[in-house]
Nanobody, 127 residues
Framework: VQLQACGGALVQAGGSLRLSCRASGRIFTINTMGWYRQVQGKERELVATMTMNEITKYSDSVKSRFTISGDSAKNTVYLQMNSLKPEDTAVYFC??????????????????????WGNGTQVTVSS
């Protein structure tokens, strides 16, 4: 399973960006997809996650400014970021908890759950 994230850019404070992340590979179902961010020298932190039942979770620092959404048919998750602040500057990583297909034989599907990280996409907010 691969996660491909894109959408990062340089933007002025107060501006908006939309990140997207598409999962591909031997996917049976996706349990959770989400976004984390990391500033150099600091730990990676949760930004927002969404379950397959569309239950969302946000960090307090982005609540009311960022919105996570998904397209299950495309195995894609989006992060709409509004009212960006310089402190939002970070590398944003996509994460997914996936039920990966092991085999399918005689109408029997076997799978296992595994967690994946995508490539990072740089978001820079200038003041």
């Amino acid at each position: 399973v691969q996660l491909q994230a894109c959408g990062g850019a340089l933007v002025q404070a107060g501006g908006s960006l939309r990140l997207s992340c598409r999962a591909s590979g031997r996917i049976f179902t996706i349990n959770t997809m989400g976004w984390y961010r990391q500033v150099q020298g600091k730990e990676r932190e949760l930004v927002a996650t969404m379950t397959m039942n569309e239950i969302t979770k946000y960090s307090d620092s982005v609540k009311s400014r960022f919105t996570i959404s998904g397209d299950s048919a495309k195995n894609t998750v989006y992060l709409q970021m509004n009212s960006l602040k310089p402190e939002d500057t970070a590398v944003y990583f996509c994460n997914a908890d996936v039920n990966v297909i092991d085999s399918y034989h005689a109408d029997t599907l076997s799978y296992h759950s595994e967690n994946f990280w995508g490539n990072g996409t740089q978001v820079t907010v200038s003041s």
